[in-house]
Antibody, heavy 118, light 107 residues
Framework: EVQLVESGGGSVQPGGSLTLSCAASGFTFTNHWMVWVRQGPGKGLVWVSR????????TYADSVKGRFTVSRDNAKNILYLQMNSLRVEDTAVYYC???????????WGQGTLVTVSS | EIVLTQSPDFQSVAPKERVTITCRASQTIGSSLHWYQQKPGQSPKLLVRYASQSFSGAPSRFSGSGSGTDFTLTIKSLEAEDAATYYCHQSGSLPFTFGGGTKVEIK
């Protein structure tokens, strides 16, 4: 059974940093691109970042470029999102998801809440 | 960036009725359009990939159609458990984008 479990969310002041983790199991992690998607309170889904199966290629939404860094540890089957210079507008539930060969997101974690507030 | 416009934003439908949700892309994306269902307090779930391919485990009453810029998600006969928000998502070009969502309420 495919499982994705996020952790690391919490409350932080504007300008602060946070690192999210996503532990993957039940599939061959090294075969899949992985993504982060976020959802602000009462808002829709927004794609944040994407990383290739071997970690060699990363892509970001303009809204987080230069502030967020996606990475992965293929030996531990863990996906990360390091978030720096956090802004109030980064407040959201952050989901990790597996990207299929069709470039859809076929499995999602339960999400972790990040709150940026002074 | 490709903008996806969903309509309607909200729909109240009686059980067993047919539901149609549309998603229009600002540029052609071939069939690189996927549909998700999100129930309150839950993470999204994939329903349809590549415009019309049902995802394993999705109920057969859900189907998708379209190509290019115009796409449709259809729920053949609405059930109470289908109360949710539905999102389209394009992977035709980066950045990946989502539609604004369509909330379906059971009348």
């Amino acid at each position: 059974e495919v499982q994705l479990v996020e952790s690391g969310g919490g409350s932080v002041q504007p300008g602060g940093s946070l690192t999210l983790s996503c532990a993957a199991s039940g599939f061959t992690f090294t075969n899949h691109w992985m993504v982060w998607v976020r959802q602000g309170p009462g808002k829709g889904l927004v794609w944040v970042s994407r990383i290739k199966s071997d970690g060699a290629i990363t892509t970001y939404a303009d809204s987080v470029k230069g502030r967020f860094t996606v990475s992965r540890d293929n030996a531990k089957n863990i996906l990360y999102l390091q978030m720096n210079s956090l802004r109030v507008e980064d407040t959201a539930v952050y989901y990790c998801a597996r990207e299929s060969i069709s470039e859809d997101f076929d499995y999602w974690g339960q999400g972790t809440l990040v709150t940026v507030s002074s | 960036e490709i903008v996806l416009t969903q309509s309607p934003d909200f729909q109240s439908v009686a059980p067993k009725e047919r539901v149609t949700i549309t998603c229009r892309a600002s540029q052609t994306i071939g069939s690189s359009l996927h549909w998700y269902q999100q129930k309150p307090g839950q993470s999204p779930k994939l329903l349809v990939r590549y415009a019309s391919q049902s995802f394993s485990g999705a109920p057969s009453r859900f189907s998708g159609s379209g190509s290019g810029t115009d796409f449709t998600l259809t729920i053949k006969s609405l059930e109470a458990e289908d109360a949710a928000t539905y999102y389209c998502h394009q992977s035709g070009s980066l950045p990946f984008t989502f539609g604004g969502g369509t909330k379906v309420e059971i009348k």
